[in-house]
C-alpha cells in the first residue's frame, strides 16, 4: 500500500472534493470534466498515475491539510476530453506547504502511517465487526430487505478500520477527523461508538415496528 517511492516528502497534484474523504485502500470513481483538472489527469496518466485527494472544507473554504494518495488504476476517455478514472487509495499524506496553485494546485506532502503498537488489537477489530454486523442485520430487518456483509471485508485492525470509515455515509467531517488518526486503536474505538449508537438507535425503531404490528 505504500507508494513505491522511499522518498518521505514528495511534490503530489491535489483534487479538493467536498464531502469526499478517501482512504487507504479503498476505490474512489471519479469524473473528470473540469479544465484544469482534465490537465491534470492528463498529466498524471504521462507519469506514477498518483496524485492526492483531499476534502474540500466548505466552512473555512480550503482543503483538508491530510488526505490520501490515489492511484488510478483505469481511465476511459469520453467526447469533450472528459474522462471517467477509477482510484484506488494508497498512503496519506500531509500537506506541508503548496508549492503552486495554477492551472491546478500542486503541494509538497509526507506520508503519514498509524503508530506502531504493541498491543493486541484482535479483540477491539472483532468487537466492531460484530457490531457491524448488528447494524446491518437490524437494517435487514427494518427493511424487510436482505443486507450481507461483503466477503471482501478485510480482517486486519488497521485495515478494518479504514473500510468501516469509508462506508460512513453522509458524514464527511467524522470521516475527515478518522482519516487523521494516526492510532489505529483510537480510530477502531472511535467507529465502536458510532456503530454502538447506530444500532441502539435501530433496535429501538425495531422494538418501536414490532410493537406496532
Given at each position: 500500500?505504500?507508494?513505491?517511492?522511499?522518498?518521505?516528502?514528495?511534490?503530489?497534484?491535489?483534487?479538493?472534493?467536498?464531502?469526499?474523504?478517501?482512504?487507504?485502500?479503498?476505490?474512489?470513481?471519479?469524473?473528470?470534466?473540469?479544465?484544469?483538472?482534465?490537465?491534470?489527469?492528463?498529466?498524471?496518466?504521462?507519469?506514477?498515475?498518483?496524485?492526492?485527494?483531499?476534502?474540500?472544507?466548505?466552512?473555512?473554504?480550503?482543503?483538508?491539510?491530510?488526505?490520501?494518495?490515489?492511484?488510478?488504476?483505469?481511465?476511459?476517455?469520453?467526447?469533450?476530453?472528459?474522462?471517467?478514472?477509477?482510484?484506488?487509495?494508497?498512503?496519506?499524506?500531509?500537506?506541508l506547504e503548496y508549492v503552486?496553485?495554477?492551472?491546478?494546485?500542486?503541494?509538497?506532502?509526507?506520508?503519514?502511517?498509524?503508530?506502531?503498537?504493541?498491543?493486541?488489537?484482535?479483540?477491539?477489530?472483532?468487537?466492531?465487526?460484530?457490531?457491524?454486523q448488528d447494524v446491518v442485520?437490524?437494517?435487514?430487518?427494518?427493511?424487510?430487505?436482505?443486507?450481507?456483509?461483503?466477503?471482501?471485508?478485510?480482517?486486519?485492525?488497521?485495515?478494518?478500520?479504514?473500510?468501516?470509515?469509508?462506508?460512513?455515509?453522509?458524514?464527511?467531517?467524522?470521516?475527515?477527523?478518522?482519516?487523521?488518526?494516526?492510532?489505529?486503536?483510537?480510530?477502531?474505538?472511535?467507529?465502536?461508538?458510532i456503530l454502538t449508537s447506530?444500532?441502539?438507535?435501530?433496535?429501538?425503531?425495531?422494538?418501536?415496528?414490532?410493537?406496532?404490528?
Amino acid at each position: 500500500m505504500a507508494p513505491s517511492s522511499s522518498i518521505a516528502v514528495r511534490e503530489l497534484p491535489l483534487f479538493p472534493l467536498p464531502e469526499v474523504v478517501l482512504f487507504p485502500g479503498r476505490p474512489l470513481p471519479l469524473h473528470i470534466f473540469e479544465f484544469r483538472y482534465r490537465i491534470m489527469m492528463n498529466t498524471i496518466l504521462e507519469g506514477d498515475r498518483r496524485f492526492g485527494v483531499v476534502m474540500w472544507d466548505q466552512l473555512q473554504g480550503k482543503p483538508a491539510a491530510i488526505g490520501c494518495c490515489a492511484e488510478i488504476i483505469e481511465f476511459q476517455r469520453l467526447p469533450d476530453d472528459r474522462m471517467k478514472v477509477l482510484t484506488l487509495g494508497q498512503q496519506r499524506f500531509r500537506v506541508l506547504e503548496y508549492v503552486r496553485e495554477k492551472p491546478y494546485r500542486v503541494g509538497l506532502v509526507e506520508w503519514i502511517e498509524d503508530n506502531p503498537t504493541e498491543s493486541d488489537l484482535d479483540a477491539l477489530a472483532s468487537n466492531v465487526s460484530q457490531l457491524l454486523q448488528d447494524v446491518v442485520r437490524l437494517s435487514a430487518k427494518l427493511t424487510g430487505q436482505e443486507i450481507e456483509l461483503p466477503d471482501t471485508m478485510p480482517d486486519l485492525p488497521v485495515e478494518l478500520s479504514y473500510w468501516i470509515a469509508s462506508n460512513l455515509y453522509g458524514v464527511a467531517d467524522e470521516q475527515q477527523a478518522l482519516l487523521e488518526m494516526q492510532e489505529t486503536a483510537a480510530r477502531l474505538e472511535r467507529e465502536a461508538e458510532i456503530l454502538t449508537s447506530t444500532r441502539n438507535h435501530l433496535a429501538a425503531r425495531t422494538v418501536l415496528k414490532d410493537t406496532l404490528k
